[in-house]
Each structure stands twice: as structure tokens, then as C-alpha cells.
């Protein structure tokens, strides 16, 4: 708390040497946990999502990526921003979903960075925040800058983009016709695309 008036007061001190009339602080711009510190946007969606009681500790400091983005991990999941994706807003992923992201290539993979944080989709029962679900089997989704990666205890974490994606959701997503994807999309000999679902076969013809 010391460290952090002493930095406000810092940057008062600077804007007032400068002529500044006004500077907006951002409110817990920065924040250290042990000997690792949460700053900028990864500190603003870590703080809107739970803080440390929903994410555990940070495991390190944010690193830079290949592009120009950050990361960061905590004990239950990690936080990506990139300038030039919604904003620069951060965003969270963890469990099930970052494993398939991870075996996807991560941001350099053919979904890109994350541009939701996980959602919680619920078929019935009830929910207690930050502990979970009850009466019914949920899955969870996240989105990407190019396409979604969802997830059931039942069917695992798949990924859906591109044209499968597109016919997917014009029947309804998860609640339609063809429910949860239970694979990943393969190639076809015509050079199509196909991904098997609960229900049924999307194919997406070349």
C-alpha cells in the first residue's frame, strides 16, 4: 500500500511539473502478490474476475509474446492481452479449455488470442459462484479471434471455426440440433472439412 501512494503521488508530482491540469489514475493499476506484481490490463480482468480467491497466486511476472502481447500464470489459470485485439483488453483462460488452446499452438495457433473469458454454460440446476455447478452436467466455452474452443466432462475441450463454425451456429450452437462437438474438424479427401457433434456430421464442402 506504501509503495503504491508513493507511486500516485510520483506521477501527481510529474503531471503538476508539467502543467498537467488533470491525470486519471487508473484504480489498482498495479498490485504485487508476493514477489510478483499484476499490472495494466491483466491486473483490470484479474481484479474484475475474482482476484486472488478465484485465480490463486501469480506464478510469475507477465511476459511478452512473439507479437506483442502479455501473459501471465496464476495457479488457476492465465491471463493474455494484446494491443490490437478488442482493445487490448486481457482476458482469462484455464482448465480444459487453455490444455486444447496449448495443443493448438497457443496465440500462434490457428485460433489466435482469446477474446472472452471462459463462460459457464448451464443445461439446469443451480450455480454457487466461484464453487459450481449443481444438478445438471455444465460445459464451458471461451472465445477466439478465430473461432471457439468448447467443453463437457463428457465430450472434452474441442475447438469450431472457420465454415463448420458457421453452419454450427445458425442451427443454435451447443442447444440446437447438433449439441457439443465431440472431436476436432479433420480434412476430407475433396478437400472439405468435417467435425463430428453429438448428433450428427457438419461438413463444410471446399
Do not use: C
Request: no cysteine; hydrophobic share 40%.
Amino acid at each position: 500500500m506504501r509503495d503504491t501512494v508513493i507511486r500516485v503521488l510520483a506521477v501527481l508530482s510529474i503531471a503538476a511539473a508539467s502543467g498537467i491540469a488533470a491525470l486519471a489514475i487508473p484504480a489498482g493499476a498495479e498490485t504485487s502478490v508476493g514477489p510478483f506484481t499484476i499490472a495494466g490490463p491483466i491486473e483490470q480482468t484479474f481484479r474484475e474476475t475474482g482476484g486472488q480467491r478465484a485465480w490463486g497466486a501469480p506464478l510469475d511476472d507477465a511476459r511478452g509474446t512473439a507479437d506483442g502481447g502479455q501473459f501471465q500464470r496464476f495457479e488457476r489459470g492465465v491471463f493474455y492481452t494484446e494491443p490490437n485485439v478488442n482493445g487490448g483488453k486481457a482476458y482469462a483462460v484455464n482448465g480444459p479449455i487453455l490444455a486444447k488452446w496449448g495443443e493448438l499452438g497457443w496465440e500462434r495457433g490457428a485460433l489466435g488470442y482469446p477474446t472472452s473469458n471462459v463462460y459457464h454454460l448451464s443445461t439446469g440446476g443451480f450455480a454457487i459462484p466461484l464453487i459450481g455447478y449443481f444438478g445438471d452436467t455444465p460445459g464451458r466455452w471461451s472465445k477466439f479471434q478465430h473461432g471457439v474452443i468448447y467443453w463437457t466432462e463428457a465430450t472434452g475441450a474441442h475447438p469450431v471455426s472457420g465454415a463448420v463454425y458457421d453452419i454450427w451456429s445458425k442451427t443454435g450452437y451447443e442447444s440446437g440440433a447438433y449439441g457439443y462437438p465431440v472431436d476436432d474438424e479433420y480434412q476430407l479427401a475433396d478437400g472439405g472439412v468435417a467435425q463430428h457433434f453429438q448428433r450428427g456430421i457438419i461438413t463444410a464442402e471446399p
